[in-house]
């Protein structure tokens, strides 16, 4: 399946949401999806309580900003407090897209954008070991 969100009327909040719920949905067992989003990425205060012993974010939410969310200036981050206002924020997409694919499914996915190191919430972290010598 592909599909593409290009032009200002698709690359909207509910088209971003909508598509990726589509392909979690969509996934079965040995199916491959690719998923990639290039665009702006942000920082927002957590919401909830960060779980006991979660490094990843750093008390931070990463998110996603569509088109249709209003400009923001960095000392404006707590007008976006709420999903609603626009971002779609990592626990979003951990709850409703990463959760929701098959367990026995591949998925590939790029987020092009600044904070995406862990905008999927996952549980996994790269430390570079350097090489001996």
Request: glycine share 10%.
């Amino acid at each position: 399946m592909l599909r593409s969100l290009v032009g200002s009327e698709m690359c909207i909040r509910d088209s971003i949401k909508r598509c990726m719920r589509d392909l979690a949905r969509k996934s079965g067992s040995g199916s491959l999806q690719f998923f990639l989003f290039s665009g702006h990425g942000m920082q927002l205060p957590e919401r909830e309580d960060p779980e006991e012993g979660n490094e990843v974010g750093g008390g931070c939410d990463q998110a996603i900003c569509p088109i249709d969310q209003d400009a923001i200036q960095p000392d404006d981050a707590e007008f976006l407090a709420d999903e609603e206002e626009g971002a779609v924020r990592d626990d979003w997409i951990l709850e409703k897209f990463v959760n929701q694919m098959h367990p026995e499914s591949t998925s590939f996915n790029v987020f092009d954008c600044c904070h995406s190191g862990t905008i999927m919430d996952l549980p996994y972290q790269f430390r570079l070991i350097p090489a001996p010598g």
